[in-house]
């Protein structure tokens, strides 16, 4: 699994106040996946929404083209699966990161493939944690640790 | 049958499905996740997974029966199968999954054929497993028992 804390944190989106539970967004198109990242996260006293794909995720962070104003809800972590059919979850990456407003939110990719090319790239785009499927609730308490840790 | 009897029947079925390799510590991660709050979530994610998997065999049977198969289309519905199944901790149908993708990497038409069939009955037979497990469970709780929780030595 890779890992790699990037980075400065600035005031504005990530930060997480001691006691408040942390809302992640969650992007897979596998409906069992979803449903399976939304549990784990919940059991660790997060706050879940989940999108089947990243135009979908893209609208509900205020950067899709049919975002609503006044719609724009504040995360503070994105966990998204790299394979997704049209836009992959390197590509939600990149916007992620290009956005002025969303580029400290830290993001979070999972592979159910072991690519170690795939990994770097993710990380040096800017990916702070890369998870390999399925998903365990270790894994998620170590994700949650790493998010508040970086906070700091 | 006593409630105790049920129980042993259900930890004895249970440990068999992991010895024979049907179910992987996959399956335990998602007991463990079940809880007072959400009592019937393996259950629904089971469900989902029998839903999931019998759309995506059939959109593979009907792919694989065009005359010309595009390859990349079924390697999409088998990457969706094994990542369920990975998910739920299906592990035999994951790995008739792992073999299926190398068929459609060759783009060899016989092999996805075979593989397919291998697929549907892996599926068949642990739906077949877990349909019996949960019904061993239902009748635990009827009986106004609790479900054992498996210690596995992973």
């Known amino acids: 699994m890779g890992g790699g804390c990037g980075g400065d944190s600035s005031e504005d989106v990530a930060v ?9 967004l969650a992007v897979d198109d596998n409906l069992i996946d979803r449903k399976l990242v939304e549990k784990l996260l919940k059991n660790s006293s997060c706050k879940v929404t989940t999108a089947e794909n990243a135009p979908r995720a893209l609208d509900y962070l205020g950067l899709g083209n049919d975002t609503l104003e006044g719609t724009v ?21 990149k916007k992620i990161k290009e956005s002025s407003v969303l580029k400290e939110v830290p993001v979070v990719i999972m592979s159910s493939e072991n690519i170690p090319t795939r990994i770097s790239e993710c990380l040096e785009e800017g990916a702070k944690m890369f998870m390999l499927k399925p998903l365990k609730q270790s894994d998620v308490k170590q994700l949650k640790w790493h998010l508040m840790e970086c906070r700091n | 049958m006593e409630v105790v009897q049920i129980q042993r029947r259900l930890v004895d079925y249970t440990k068999s499905l992991f010895m024979e390799g049907f179910l992987d510590g996959q399956f335990l ?44 289309k079924v390697d999409g519905h088998v990457h969706q199968l094994k990542g369920s199944s990975s998910s739920i901790g299906a592990q035999r149908v994951k790995n008739a999954c792992i073999a299926f993708r190398s068929f459609c990497e060759g783009q060899n038409i016989e092999g996805c054929l075979a593989c397919l069939q291998q697929v549907k009955q892996e599926y068949y037979l642990v739906k077949n497993k877990l349909e019996t497990l949960f019904r061993l469970e239902q009748q635990i709780v009827a009986s106004g028992g609790s479900i054992p929780m498996i210690e596995m030595g992973f």
């Open chain 1, 16 to 24: 997480v106040e001691l006691g408040d539970e942390p809302h992640v």
């Open chain 1, 73 to 93: 809800s504040k995360v503070n972590l994105i966990i998204t699966d790299y394979c997704m059919p049209g836009m992959t979850g390197y590509e939600l990456l």
């Open chain 2, 29 to 72: 991660q998602l007991q463990q996740l079940q809880d007072e709050s959400n009592p019937d979530f393996v259950v629904e994610v089971v469900s989902l997974f029998f839903d999931d998997s019998e759309k995506l065999l059939n959109e593979l049977t009907i792919a694989l029966d065009q005359p010309n198969v595009d390859f990349k």
